[in-house]
């Protein structure tokens, strides 16, 4: 029984390390979702966590030019933000919110609220999953027939897991819920439209026809950060599994 475990907490500790690997990437690329541009290429943008990319068409010669990625902070103006106001009034609404991108810029942009709930959410799973990643390792450091010490381990390593793959389903739901927001935001300004207008019936004629633009002049599609966090959530699964095979081995070789 003692080595059924052992290879219990050697798969979970594989298949963590792999859950690791892939949320901690897909944490630091920009890839999570693509709006494709259906006919200009250079106006495609990459969104991530905690960045938003889009393609510059750069001229080399008259029948020559390149196309590079430039990524900034995914941070906007919102509605009320008054330090830029004079600042953005004069650009157009694709224009508006690069003003957030230099360093020294003077508006005070920030993330949305979306963006906060994805940033919070990526970092809690990513620590409690390496929390959960130290407990089972320190494992292999405890005498195997010390029972008790194996069996409060693994519970509170249970919990972290737990908590782990919650944080990262409502990472994804999030995320799913909010797949065009950037786009919106970012392209066609749409909070800032919003807000100059105090009629609800030319508020929804305004969504409507920023949502249809939008469906016309792109395409939007996940990319593959976001394929590693679902991989990564299954992966937290199979683990926890594990991790609850595992403990009802210690039980029963301690009642054995």
């Known amino acids: 029984m003692i080595e059924t475990s052992r290879i219990y907490l050697t798969s979970g500790l594989v298949l963590l390390i792999l859950t690791l690997i892939f949320h901690f990437v897909a944490m630091g690329y920009p890839r999570w979702k693509t709006y494709d541009h259906r006919e200009k290429n250079e106006k495609t943008i990459t969104v991530g966590i905690f960045h938003r990319c889009e393609n510059l068409l750069v001229y080399i010669a008259p029948t ?66 390496s929390l959960a990643f130290l407990l089972m390792f320190s494992h292999l450091l405890i005498n195997s027939f010390k029972y008790q010490i194996h069996f409060y381990l693994t519970a509170i390593t249970i919990v972290l897991l737990l908590l782990g793959l919650i944080f990262i389903l409502i990472t994804l739901i999030l995320f799913g819920s909010s797949l065009l927001y950037d786009l919106y935001q970012y392209h066609f300004d749409l909070n800032n439209r919003l807000a100059a207008y105090s009629k609800q019936e030319d508020k929804n004629n305004l969504r409507f026809n920023v949502t249809q633009q939008a469906k016309n002049d792109y395409h939007t599609r996940l990319d593959w950060a976001a394929g590693l966090e679902i991989i990564a959530l299954f992966l937290t699964s199979f683990t926890l599994i594990t991790q609850i095979l595992y403990l009802i081995s210690i039980y029963r070789n301690r009642n054995g």
């Not at 020559?64 to 900034?72: F, R, V």
């Not at 508006?96 to 949305?112: E, F, Q």
């Open 64 to 129: 020559m030019n390149k196309t590079y990625s430039i990524c900034d902070y995914n941070k906007y103006i919102f509605p009320d933000n008054k330090d830029c106001s004079d600042l953005q009034n004069p650009l157009s609404y694709e224009a508006k919110h690069r003003v957030c991108h230099p360093i020294d810029n003077p508006c005070h942009c920030d993330y949305s609220s979306i963006t906060k709930g994805l940033m919070a959410c990526t970092i809690i799973a990513a620590c409690t999953l």
